[in-house]
């Protein structure tokens, strides 16, 4: 930072020199004007004056002119001459022209002292940067060392981690094989339990229910994934193992392969100069990637690619010391469950039987009762129709009456007694309408708890198939003990 204010200052220094200079040349020149030297007669001169007097009277009419005159008295005051010929105006004064000249060689000197100014300013200019170019050139080199230093000692670290765990993967995959056969006589039970689940699963409406034999084979579906475990993590685990052993191998080579390509990348970068022939114009290469890491995180994903591989080597190496002790008592255990499994299948086709039973006695009652009710309903219907001629014959009646004439309509007991007569049949006619609306609803009644019980009966026998048809066939192909062990 000092190097570079010195700098400046000196060309401040140099800039002022040259404005003096310049000044100096001017002033030299007034000064040469001052020393009883007469001015050139392109500039002004000692007798000059502001505003200028006419130097001789020119008429307007004349040999020098022709025309009239044409300016007022306050023309005269502003120094115009305007003297008209058939060929020009004239404006100015030679005094007023001597002092134009004064400023158009004041203005160029101005103009070449700032042009001086200014290329100085320029020469300095480059010289710092080319300085401040240099010295940033060789600490960016320095960088690009250390960092390709860095590189190339976490590749190889990378490099002794990958032949680590590719021995691991090979030691692991013979063990894979010795499990493999006992594994896939695992997943016979499981299967057949997850199909058995799949085939109840088609019950129909009431009888899909979570009941004992759906929780014993839910238990068989878990002990199989706990033999798994059991069996110190059995085929899937070991295929897990691998899987993550594999992942972890391709993570470090990608890593190492990045850092390769990042190491030759970097070493071209160190041996590059200004005049290497692979220099070109890369627009937009000072742009800063949003998905670019920092020196921390570099550092941290590397080291994770390592502990992350170390881990599951370590893993490895424990699943391997154990793998001897994974066939103990498992058979033992399903075999138990899948006759668990058989006495709660074998109870609830019983139980369902049963209830198939008291269901078909059941609607065998409900067809009776809804063939007496069908029986009522038609009474109730001709005993209403019974009650319409008795209601004709009293309205009759009442109508007839009202054509009595004068006082011989009269309220007598018997138009009381026929209008109560009208009454009393329209509410017993009510009363039958009502009980008849009623033995009508209790017909729909039966007749919807007759569909219910026969779509309960189809539902029970489609259960009954289920379980004994299809439950207690499927469940025959259960594996034995001998199968189970792998032999």
Known sequence: MSVISNDKHNGLIETSQLVSQQTATMQS???????????????????????????????????????????????????????????????????EWRAHNLNIFQESNEKICDAQVTANNAKQCVEQTYAAADKTQLETTEHLKTRANEVYRLKTELEHAISANVEEIG????????????????????????????????RLESDLVRDNVEEQLTKEIALCSEIRTLLNRTYEQIETQMTELKTVKTRMESDWSDKVHTYNIDS??????????????????????????????????????????????????????????????????????????????????????????????????????????EKLIEELRDSTKGLNNAMKLAQTRLDNRLNRCNVESCRDASQFALIEEVKSLGEQKSALLTELKRTE?????????????????????????????????????????TDLSGF
């Open 171 to 202: 030691l692991l995959e013979a063990e894979r094989r010795r499990v493999q056969r006992s594994l896939s006589i695992l997943t016979i039970p499981a299967s057949i339990a997850n199909e058995f689940l799949q085939i109840r699963s088609s």
């Open 268 to 373: 071209l970068c160190v041996n590059l100069s200004n005049d290497s022939p692979l220099l070109l114009w890369k627009a937009g290469a000072t742009r800063i990637p949003e998905d670019q890491s920092t020196p921390t995180s570099y550092e941290h994903f590397t080291r994770e690619a390592l502990a992350a591989g170390e881990s599951a080597k370590q893993k490895s190496i424990n699943l391997r010391s154990t793998l001897n002790k994974i066939f103990i008592n498992f058979v033992k255990d399903l075999r138990d469950q899948a006759t668990c499994v058989d006495i709660a299948l074998a109870e609830n086709v019983k139980l369902t039987q049963d209830c198939l039973e008291q269901l078909e006695k059941e609607l065998l009652r409900c067809l009776r009762e809804l063939a007496s009710t």
């Open 441 to 481: 609803e209790s017909q729909a009644k039966l007749v919807k708890t007759r569909g219910t019980l026969e779509h309960e009966i189809m539902v029970k026998r489609k259960t009954l198939y289920i379980d004994k048809e299809r439950g207690q066939v499927l469940r025959s192909f259960f594996p034995s003990s």
């Open 29 to 95: 020149m007034e000064d040469d004007c001052g020393d009883n030297k007469k001015p050139p007669p392109y500039l002004p001169q000692s007798e000059d004056d502001y505003p200028p007097k006419p130097e001789c009277l020119m008429e307007p009419l004349g040999p020098w002119a022709t025309g009239s005159v044409t300016c007022s008295t306050k023309g005269g005051i502003t120094g115009l001459r305007p003297v008209v010929d058939r060929y020009t105006i004239t404006r100015y004064g030679p005094s």
